[in-house]
């Protein structure tokens, strides 16, 4: 079974930094694009930043400068380097991979649980 497992949220100050990882267990064929996506209470689920499997790399205006989004193909993880964290950066961070589990499969979104991260004085 395919699912994009995350690791590395937590509590840090404001001006601190945090590097969440994603990892996709299970039999694929091939990774399209991964990315991160938060959701803050009472907000809808937002782009964060995703990278394509060439890695060409989007990002959200409010996080521009100060996250970076990669990824390591053979491990079939990507990551979210987050500097300068900010108060309002404080959501659940889901990983986002749309991917093909076989040839014959048109591919489709496949989400993490979420990692929360909280960035508190």
């Known amino acids: 079974q395919v699912q994009p497992v995350e690791a590395g949220g937590g509590l840090v100050q404001p001006g601190g930094s945090l590097r969440l990882s994603c990892a996709v267990s299970?039999?694929?064929?091939?990774?399209?694009?991964m990315g991160w996506y938060r959701q803050a209470p009472g907000k809808q689920r937002q782009l964060a930043a995703v990278i394509s499997s060439s890695g060409t790399t989007t990002y959200a205006d409010s996080v521009k400068g100060r996250f970076t989004i990669s990824r390591d193909n053979a491990k079939k993880t990507v990551y979210l380097q987050m500097n300068s964290l900010k108060p309002e950066d404080t959501a659940v961070y889901y990983c986002?991979?749309?991917?093909?589990?076989?040839?014959?499969?048109?591919?489709?979104?496949?989400w993490g649980q979420g990692t929360q991260v909280a960035v508190s004085s």
């Open positions: 986002n991979a749309f991917l093909r589990v076989s040839i014959d499969d048109g591919g489709r979104d496949y």
């Open positions: 299970g039999s694929t064929w091939f990774i399209l694009d």
